[in-house]
């Protein structure tokens, strides 16, 4: 018998909600768009349901979309394969723009990855959103977590030399990254937010 298991809503996880929370009021106050946070919307590709963290259909930063929204919040940077999970989903669902949003950054391949959609019919931006609760509760929830004999830890500080991506071609010097959400969108250069 399979067993399915379903999102993880302990108290020990609240700050991924409070998170969640958290990307629902900055994009709130990008423009006058329809914003609801954990939505389950059919999707269109796959016939299945899928569930976005936060997705706002209307005018979003002065341009009429349907953006995608997620939130990781993880003890390190996001990877390159949240990114790749996030334009599966967002081209599923239909959106013309997906955002990632991580309190600790991003790796450089995410970045690029990222960066590389700028040309595309969907773009994938990322955004840093630091917020001030997080270390208090990542603490406690570590101070609960116990050591699994045999298990090994993966490291989520690993940090990447861009010079060692030479092959993803001329990011990050030839693409002039923007935090300003309404140029992202027009599609005048690709989404690096950092506050």
């Not at 299945?48 to 002065?62: N, S």
């Not at 630091?130 to 940090?159: C, F, K, N």
Request: hydrophobic share 40%; with cysteine.
């Amino acid at each position: 018998m399979r067993t399915v298991r379903r999102r993880d809503k302990s108290p020990g996880k609240q700050f991924w909600r409070k998170f969640e929370e958290e990307v629902e009021r900055a994009v709130a106050g990008l423009g006058n768009a329809d914003v609801q946070r954990d939505v389950t919307v059919p999707g269109v590709l796959s016939g299945r349901p899928r569930q976005i963290d936060v997705l706002a259909r209307g005018e979003v930063a002065g341009c009429p979309m349907t953006v995608v929204f997620e939130a990781k919040c993880y003890g390190g940077t996001v990877q390159i394969g949240k990114v790749d999970e996030l334009v599966g989903k967002a081209l599923d669902v239909a959106a013309q723009s997906a955002v990632l949003y991580s309190p600790k950054g991003f790796s450089a391949g995410a970045r690029a990855r990222a960066a590389g959609t700028q040309n595309s019919p969907l773009r994938v931006g990322v955004a840093k959103l630091e917020v001030d609760w997080l270390e208090t509760e990542s603490a406690a929830e570590h101070a609960m977590s116990r050591y699994v004999p045999g298990q090994i830890r993966r490291s989520d500080r690993v940090m990447y030399d861009i010079t060692s991506l030479s092959a993803l071609g001329p990011y990050p010097a030839d693409l002039m990254e923007t935090d300003d959400y309404g140029q992202f969108f027009r599609g005048e250069a690709p989404l690096f937010v950092s506050r």
